[in-house]
């Protein structure tokens, strides 16, 4: 009898903090999520457009989860650092400078996981931590 | 009773009427009245202030003076290629204006680059191939960097605030100025704002219906 109570208990905790857990990931995506939306808003906004669309042949869309998917561990030094070398994205070719865009690593980490979970990417949150250790690539 | 119904009929049909009343653009700038004589008769009229001579050269090298405008209704704006702040959504909103007008005749748009030294012709082309803008609908041009200041300051912004603080002044607050077919300034709108960009081309479409403007043709 003691033995089966104390197996339950131990898995009515295994489900608490489960469950725990599970909202404390969420509730960190969504308020990556809603700080991205602000730093999108004032940093990319204007020339990657309201929905990701880009502006036709000038600007990338943001549209294009492979990309996203092929260059994660290098976007937090793309936006920090502006980009000059011509990019593929959706099968187009982009040859304009991206302009550097000077953020914190929380705010690139925030925009990022912006990016990637809006205009029809789904990619997760990404962490300030990745952020940093993605920045120690930088070249 | 019957009469009552009557008379709030008439009314409600005049009220309608009065709402239909095509709506008419202020005209913006100087104006002065002038008095001259017409067959031994003393007339005064008002001369409003219009666009002045201008020599610019557009994306396909062709040179574009004021005359290559007569007759269209057309919005002019500031701009260059390189800007990364408002230029890009300027693009973006003019590019609706574009695509509205394109294919109606008497109508163009003019970008002015107010950095000649980076936007050469071929630049300018290189940006209007980007943009996916082709034919004679939508000229970039550039010119003297002083010219175009000058008309930007002293004509097709006279309708816009003075008071602006910002670097560069108004010229570099993106805005987009509808000039009519007798080159008078009849609105400025914030090239940055969808709605005021929704208005601009409501406006227009408002100038192509003015019978002032059809005898202008």
Redesign the interface.
Known sequence: MKTRLVIALSFFLLVCFIISCESESSVEFKRYYTEGAQVYASHCQ??H?ARGEG?????PPLTDSVYFKNNRSKLACSIRQGMKDPVVVGGKAFA??M?QQDLSPIELAEAITYIQNSFGNKLGLTTVEQVQADMADCK | MKRLIFCLLVMSTWAACKSGDKKVLPIYGNRQAVTKTVDGKTVTDTVYQTIPKFKFVNQYGDSITNKSLDGDIYVADFFFTTCPSICPIMARNMLKVYDAFKSTGNFKIISHSIDPKHDSVPALKKYADKLGVTGNSWWFLQGKKEDTYAIAEKNYLVAVSKDSTAAGGYVHQGYFVLIDKQKRVRGAYDGTDPKQVDQLIADIKTLQADPAETIAQ
């Not at chain 1, 502006?55 to 600007?59: E, P, Y």
């Open positions: 204007n020339c457009g502006l036709v042949s000038l600007i304009n400078v302009p």
